[in-house]
């Protein structure tokens, strides 16, 4: 498999599949363990899990800020043919994640109710939301290690064994979530332990990568560490703020929820916070699968392949993100009943509620995947722009003002603004970029300054 030679259309797929499965594995858990909570606890279930959700976003952030900044240059060094560099890359990256982790494991470990009280738990949810956390805390290094190990293995050449690991865990966390929360009757406790041994699996059949004979990645003595340090940091920080503003929202909204409704509307926003989540996993299957295409060519100077590229995975997104949109506005209810055991007032109120924010599924795929592109060609600027406006900025403000202007039932309607105001930015700097590079390159007719221009 050559990045630099082979078609796009048959790399960028072999690529796609085992990443939307690895990409999956960033939400399984609480998709599953959601589903099985809700039927085994109910409504209060659901809603206690909405209240960790937030705890996903973050340890997913923590791989991509040091994961997807670290191998954007790993793979750039290998197709500048820098085997040195490329090592540099992951050793420093691993390095700043273990120390991150380590701070957000004691802080979560020790400020565990206080954070979930942040989250938007109440008296009510906080015994079944800290009876998952107990569990929760003994495995918290498994996801960011795990997920940071997924991202360099798949662009080290070995995207089946990410998704080949991912699968087995989800597998493994399906089975124990049934088996240890309704045969041993463990409830939320048994989830959350299921949670924890299919992460675990997924963590160490990622490790056979690196004893295999394709195995690139090994650790070297480096100098200027911080310097490296800040360079990866600010390649990754638009994907971070994507994970970050993810959970950010959620909080947001939660306590909007419960502010201006109650703990049905907390449950029903729980299943669609739930698949919003799912979405937006998908979505950086979408984006990775294109990442060491693009990252390896911009480093060996073909533009032309790193445009195929990028208008590849833009079809690929507005295809699932309107696919996924259409299922969830004709099933609503039948959505709802998978999550958890409706009362009647759930079912009444979750048709209106679920098709007014499943709107904003059309454009959320292409979102995702106009950031990781443009944190692959490492157009900073453009990449954080878009990554704000769609995890921070348009949420934060969209989430007190539309219910305060126009009342309750305008929040329903923020992910949709938020979403499409977004895509339209997208579109804009995409458009300006190859208006740019056009020029540039129409202009150059020396190979290597053409070359030295293409990322206009």
Same mark, same amino acid.
């Given at each position: #498999?050559?990045?630099?030679?082979?078609?796009?259309?048959?790399?960028?797929?072999?690529?796609?599949?085992?990443?939307?499965?690895?990409?999956?594995?960033?939400?399984?858990?609480?998709?599953?363990?959601? &589903?099985?909570?809700?039927?085994?606890?109910?409504?209060?279930?659901?809603?206690?899990?909405?209240?960790?959700?937030?705890?996903?976003?973050?340890?997913?952030?923590?791989?991509?800020?040091?994961?997807?900044?670290?191998?954007?240059?790993?793979?750039?060094?290998?197709?500048?043919?820098?085997?040195?560099?490329?090592?540099?890359?992951?050793?420093?990256?691993?390095?700043?994640?273990?120390?991150?982790?380590?701070?957000?494991?004691?802080?979560?470990?020790?400020?565990?109710?206080?954070?979930?009280?942040?989250?938007?738990?109440?008296?009510?949810?906080?015994?079944?939301?800290?009876?998952?956390?107990?569990?929760?805390?003994?495995?918290?290094?498994?996801?960011?290690?795990?997920?940071?190990?997924?991202?360099?293995?798949?662009?080290?050449?070995?995207?089946?064994?990410?998704?080949?690991?991912?699968?087995?865990?989800?597998?493994?966390?399906?089975?124990?979530?049934?088996?240890?929360?309704?045969?041993?009757?463990?409830?939320?406790?048994?989830?959350?332990?299921?949670?924890?041994?299919?992460?675990?699996?997924?963590?160490?059949?990622?490790?056979?990568?690196?004893?295999?004979?394709?195995?690139?990645?090994?650790?070297?003595?480096?100098?200027?560490?911080?310097?490296?340090?800040?360079?990866?940091?600010?390649?990754?920080?638009?994907?971070? $703020?994507?994970?970050?503003?993810?959970?950010?929202?959620?909080?947001?909204?939660?306590?909007?929820?419960?502010?201006?409704?109650?703990?049905?509307?907390?449950?029903?926003?729980?299943?669609?916070?739930?698949?919003?989540?799912?979405?937006?996993?998908?979505?950086?299957?979408?984006?990775?699968?294109?990442?060491?295409?693009?990252?390896?060519?911009?480093?060996?100077?073909?533009?032309?392949?790193?445009?195929?590229?990028?208008?590849?995975?833009?079809?690929?997104?507005?295809?699932?993100? $309107?696919?996924?949109?259409?299922?969830?506005?004709?099933?609503? &209810?039948?959505?709802?009943?998978?999550?958890?055991?409706?009362?009647?007032?759930?079912?009444?109120?979750?048709?209106?509620?679920?098709?007014?924010?499943?709107?904003? $599924? $059309?454009?959320?795929?292409?979102?995702?995947?106009?950031?990781?592109?443009?944190?692959?060609?490492?157009?900073?600027?453009?990449?954080?722009?878009?990554?704000?406006?769609?995890?921070?900025?348009?949420?934060?403000?969209?989430?007190?003002?539309?219910?305060?202007?126009?009342?309750?039932?305008?929040?329903?309607?923020? #992910?949709?603004?938020?979403?499409?105001?977004?895509? &339209?930015?997208?579109?804009?700097?995409?458009?300006?970029?190859?208006?740019?590079?056009?020029?540039?390159?129409?202009?150059?007719?020396?190979?290597?300054?053409?070359?030295?221009?293409?990322?206009?």
């Amino acid at each position: #498999m050559n990045l630099q030679t082979d078609s796009i259309c048959r790399l960028y797929f072999k690529y796609l599949v085992p990443s939307l499965f690895s990409g999956l594995v960033m939400s399984i858990y609480s998709l599953v363990d959601m &589903i099985v909570v809700g039927q085994h606890e109910g409504a209060a279930g659901t809603a206690a899990l909405a209240c960790v959700s937030p705890l996903w976003a973050f340890f997913c952030c923590l791989s991509t800020l040091f994961g997807n900044g670290g191998a954007v240059l790993f793979s750039r060094a290998k197709g500048e043919g820098q085997e040195k560099e490329s090592r540099a890359a992951f050793t420093v990256s691993f390095l700043l994640l273990c120390g991150v982790t380590a701070v957000v494991w004691f802080t979560m470990a020790v400020f565990d109710e206080s954070l979930l009280r942040l989250f938007g738990a109440d008296d009510a949810l906080m015994p079944l939301a800290l009876r998952y956390m107990k569990w929760l805390k003994l495995g918290i290094p498994l996801w960011p290690v795990g997920y940071f190990l997924g991202i360099f293995i798949r662009n080290d050449g070995s995207p089946v064994l990410v998704g080949v690991a991912t699968v087995c865990g989800g597998v493994l966390n399906v089975f124990g979530d049934i088996f240890l929360t309704f045969t041993c009757d463990m409830g939320i406790e048994g989830a959350a332990v299921a949670t924890v041994a299919g992460q675990g699996m997924v963590f160490l059949i990622q490790l056979l990568h690196l004893f295999s004979k394709k195995n690139t990645i090994s650790f070297t003595r480096v100098t200027a560490f911080w310097k490296r340090g800040m360079e990866i940091a600010s390649v990754g920080i638009s994907s971070f $703020l994507c994970s970050v503003g993810m959970g950010f929202v959620v909080v947001l909204f939660n306590n909007q929820i419960m502010r201006y409704y109650g703990g049905n509307e907390l449950a029903i926003y729980g299943v669609a916070g739930n698949l919003f989540t799912l979405v937006q996993t998908f979505s950086y299957g979408i984006g990775n699968a294109a990442q060491p295409i693009v990252a390896e060519n911009v480093g060996a100077g073909k533009p032309d392949r790193v445009l195929r590229t990028r208008n590849l995975g833009c079809c690929v997104a507005v295809g699932i993100g $309107l696919g996924v949109m259409v299922i969830a506005l004709l099933f609503p &209810i039948q959505i709802v009943q998978l999550y958890m055991r409706a009362s009647m007032e759930i079912q009444n109120a979750a048709p209106g509620i679920l098709r007014r924010y499943f709107t904003c $599924l $059309l454009f959320l795929p292409f979102n995702i995947y106009a950031t990781y592109y443009l944190q692959a060609v490492q157009r900073v600027i453009e990449s954080l722009t878009v990554s704000l406006l769609h995890s921070f900025l348009l949420g934060a403000v969209f989430v007190y003002l539309f219910p305060a202007v126009w009342g309750g039932t305008s929040i329903w309607y923020v #992910m949709f603004f938020v979403e499409l105001i977004t895509a &339209i930015a997208a579109v804009i700097i995409f458009i300006k970029r190859d208006i740019r590079q056009a020029e540039v390159l129409g202009g150059v007719t020396d190979e290597t300054n053409r070359d030295c221009h293409m990322q206009l």
